[in-house]
T-cell receptor, first 115, second 112 residues
Framework: DADVTQTPRNRITKTGKRIMLECSQTKGHDRMYWYRQDPGLGLQLIYY???????NKGEISDGYSVSRQAQAKFSLSLESAIPNQTALYFC??????????????FGNGTRLTVT | SQKIEQNSEVLNIQEGKTATLTCNYTNYSPAYLQWYRQDPGRGPVFLLL?????KEKRKERLKVTFDTTLKQSLFHITASQPADSATYLCALPYSSASKIIFGSGTRLSIRP
């Protein structure tokens, strides 16, 4: 089983709809992140969380919200989806408590299409 | 603000040769720098980390260098193989290590 699991893997939705992307981890890591990837733009940080109930904005948080109700779960919501939110979304974790330079562990992504 | 620059063009290398990828950053020198590999449709996978006080780090056929004067890291794959074909991303901490930012990656293609 994957250590970082994202659901769904693919999602097509219409403009204006509210959707939620889920991420769960079995690694016991304290930090969790949501990134967005567009072709040629690399990974852009949306939100990150140091611990339960801790939420921090990244580079491109407008139009998104997150929830970290448990250490193992970090969900990303699009309150009213728009076509330019069509992208590949990645969740990642890191074990910052053991080392400040711990690498990120990524899920396999959710491909979101907003029509 | 800190920016990371990686060559966005595809790097085509003959099998068996050494592939060298470049990562440049524009602002302050980070405490460390990481390299990741990403295959199509998959999440990035961590490869190597190099700290600011390290000039070079090796792992099997991989070698990373870190030059804080040039604000540059080089990533080398020796004896390259077609299976090394992927996109390689560099990443570094931003704002007191609370955030990790990524370059856009360089796609490497190893031809037999």
């Amino acid at each position: 089983d994957a250590d970082v699991t994202q659901t769904p893997r693919n999602r097509i939705t219409k403009t204006g709809k509210r959707i939620m992307l889920e991420c769960s981890q079995t690694k016991g890591h304290d930090r969790m992140y949501w990134y967005r990837q567009d072709p040629g733009l690399g990974l852009q940080l949306i939100y990150y969380s140091f611990d339960v109930k801790d939420i921090n904005k990244g580079e491109i948080s407008d139009g998104y919200s997150v929830s970290r109700q448990a250490q193992a779960k970090f969900s990303l919501s699009l309150e009213s989806a728009i076509p330019n939110q069509t992208a590949l979304y990645f969740c990642a974790t890191s074990d910052y408590s053991s080392s400040y330079n711990s690498p990120l562990h990524f899920g396999n992504g959710t491909r979101l299409t907003v029509t | 603000s800190q920016k990371i620059e990686q060559n966005s063009e595809v790097l085509n290398i003959q099998e068996g040769k050494t592939a060298t990828l470049t990562c440049n950053y524009t602002n302050y020198s980070p405490a460390y720098l990481q390299w990741y590999r990403q295959d199509p449709g998959r999440g990035p996978v961590f490869l190597l980390l190099i700290r600011e006080n390290e000039k070079e780090k090796r792992k099997e056929r991989l070698k990373v260098t870190f030059d804080t004067t040039l604000k540059q890291s080089l990533f080398h794959i020796t004896a390259s193989q077609p299976a090394d074909s992927a996109t390689y991303l560099c990443a570094l901490p931003y704002s007191s290590a609370s955030k990790i930012i990524f370059g856009s990656g360089t796609r490497l293609s190893i031809r037999p």
